[in-house]
């Protein structure tokens, strides 16, 4: 699904990532771990073709980047950056319009909406008993169901790969796991390979597979969480005592 070799990445001279070297299989769940800054947004980035890299490779489905026109890769992920999106999509729209956006591509609405259109958002909101917002301004919509309906909206087109930008980094406990319900009910039933950012242990659901933990640029541990997610891992990773995370309910529930 994906491989990055030797991945390093600079702006204005400052080394951003560092030889990353990862590997995706089709059907895994990873999560990339780390503190602000560590790099992960600007992997994601890279992953997607929003920036491109300094030196190194990126494949994608088989295709190396630079060899063949970007479009028809990105039509097959699904992207989801909560606060940057809410903030860029066009105002005024329904929840209906903006699941519609994402099938054209837009931050807004942009041409005409046809019929198959709406068949195709309307039908997405049943499946996911959220018709009752279809005529709702989006903007006046909870954290949490934002969150929900950028979720379908990054989904609405069946993409093979589903990058998630600290989807729940604003979201109280109970819109988490709504969020989270959801998350899983969609990537299982359509069998979406999914890479999501967290900076929280909290934020890691069960059904993760693979963790790469991440650290000024580099990734220092990668690998299934049942053997990567420990207290010597997390104690390097954010140079804090193991203690500190023995003491840490939400680190015991995290782990696999």
């Known amino acids: 699904m994906i491989q990055i070799?030797?991945?390093?990445?600079?702006?204005?001279?400052?080394?951003?990532?560092?030889q990353?070297?990862?590997?995706?299989?089709p059907g895994q769940h990873w999560i990339?771990?780390?503190?602000?800054?560590?790099?992960?947004t600007t992997l994601i980035n890279l992953l997607y073709g929003y920036i491109w890299p300094s030196s190194g490779k990126i494949t994608v489905f088989g295709t190396e980047y630079g060899t063949e026109p970007l479009r028809p890769i990105q039509e097959?992920?699904?992207?989801?950056?909560?606060?940057?999106q809410s903030n860029l999509l066009q105002r005024n729209l329904?929840?209906?319009?903006i699941l519609i956006s994402g099938l054209h591509s837009n931050l807004g609405i942009y041409r005409e909406i046809t019929d198959k259109d709406i068949a195709i958002a309307t039908t997405l909101l049943e499946q996911n008993d959220l018709s009752h917002l279809k005529d709702r301004?989006?903007?006046?919509?909870?954290?949490?169901?934002?969150s929900k309906i950028l979720l379908l909206r990054s989904i609405i087109r069946n993409?093979?790969?589903?990058?998630?930008?600290?989807?729940?980094?604003?979201?109280?406990?109970?819109?988490c796991y709504e969020f989270f319900q959801l998350l899983e009910k969609i990537i299982v039933k359509q069998n979406i390979t999914c890479v999501q950012i967290v900076h929280r242990l909290e934020d890691i659901p069960?059904?993760?597979?693979?963790?790469?933990?991440?650290?000024?640029?580099?990734i220092l541990y990668s690998g299934k969480i049942d053997s990567t997610l420990n207290l010597q891992n997390l104690s390097n990773l954010y140079d804090l005592p193991q203690d500190w995370f023995q003491s840490f309910q939400v680190f015991n529930s995290s782990m696999h």
């Open 76 to 84: 097959q992920i699904g992207i989801l950056q909560s606060n940057q």
């Open 206 to 218: 069960k059904y993760f597979t693979h963790i790469a933990m991440m650290k000024k640029g580099e």
């Open 94 to 97: 329904t929840t209906l319009e």
């Open 5 to 18: 070799q030797n991945l390093s990445y600079l702006r204005n001279d400052e080394s951003i990532l560092k």
């Open 32 to 40: 990339l771990l780390g503190r602000n800054g560590a790099g992960k």
């Open 137 to 146: 301004n989006f903007q006046i919509l909870s954290s949490g169901v934002k």
């Open 159 to 175: 993409p093979k790969l589903l990058i998630l930008d600290e989807p729940t980094s604003s979201l109280d406990i109970k819109a």
């Open 20 to 25: 990353i070297n990862l590997e995706i299989l």
